[in-house]
């Protein structure tokens, strides 16, 4: 066999030719694995916390799915941004603690953007409006305006607009607040309460279409709050997730997607 004569010492061309070998072999077989593999998701994945009894924007319904309208809206987004999303079922009592404690990365439950809430959370751009309104037993007279409140037993969800509003407005009513929206009506048709002060989108719901309540409450009347609903994060939006809601949700509004889900849900848009 010839020799090659290197400085240092000498190698074989055969030695060479083994080198070269094994070296392209464990390079073919190396791109063969790289060729195999899974490509590596881009994906993002959020939690979003839903205090789902708040019909028709966030309940469970007869197959326990959480469904409504927040919920439509957000999968529709998460397309629209190739992210994932998982909706987490959170008591309302806790949810804003649970957001602080980190819990889940953002809430989306029907949370109304307030000066107070803003000096702990940030908000995304508005996705829905709202006021309030008085819901009432359809065999009541008594009741025809905000004012006949006065003196009376009104029921609220703990810690939601109506309930504030009646607590810093009409002092002169007699608050009595609730876990969830379904049990204060509830009362109402019971006769422990004499009104109830709700978003009037979950109103409509109640007192119109739901088979339990509906023909037993009639709304009498709205309170114009002009509330803004919104996506809600830990105050410096840590995950970054604003951004990617509001890009998502000017996509599904210009694409007229939002439109579908909304008059699925609330009705034609006045």
Known sequence: MPYIYLTGGKVT???????F???????????????????????????????????????VDSNKAIVGFDIDMIQAIAKDQKIEVEIKNTAWDGIFAGLG????????SSVTITEDRKKTYDFSEPYFDANQAI????????????QDLAGKPVGAQI??????????????????QYDSADLAMMDLVNKQVDAVVIDTPV???????SDQFKGKLKIIGEIVTSEQYALTVQKGDPKQIL???????????????????????IGVKK
């Open 203 to 209: 109103a409509a719901n109640f007192a119109l279409q």
């Open 21 to 59: 070998s094994a070296f392209l072999v464990t390079a073919m077989f190396l791109g063969l694995l790289t060729s195999c593999a899974a490509p590596a998701s881009t994906s993002k994945k959020f939690v979003f916390a839903s205090d789902a009894a708040f019909p028709p924007m966030e309940f």
């Open 13 to 19: 061309l055969m030695k060479q030719y083994r080198l």
């Open 135 to 146: 819901v009432v037993r359809i065999d009541d007279a008594t009741i025809m305006t905000e």
């Open 243 to 265: 951004a990617i809601f509001n890009a998502g949700l000017k996509n599904i509004k210009a694409s007229g997607e939002y439109a579908k889900i909304y008059e699925k849900w």
């Open 159 to 176: 810690g939601t607009t109506g309930a504030i509003y009646l607590g810093d407005n009409l002092k002169e009513a007699t608050l009595k």
């Open 101 to 108: 404690g980190g819990a889940y990365d953002a809430i989306l």
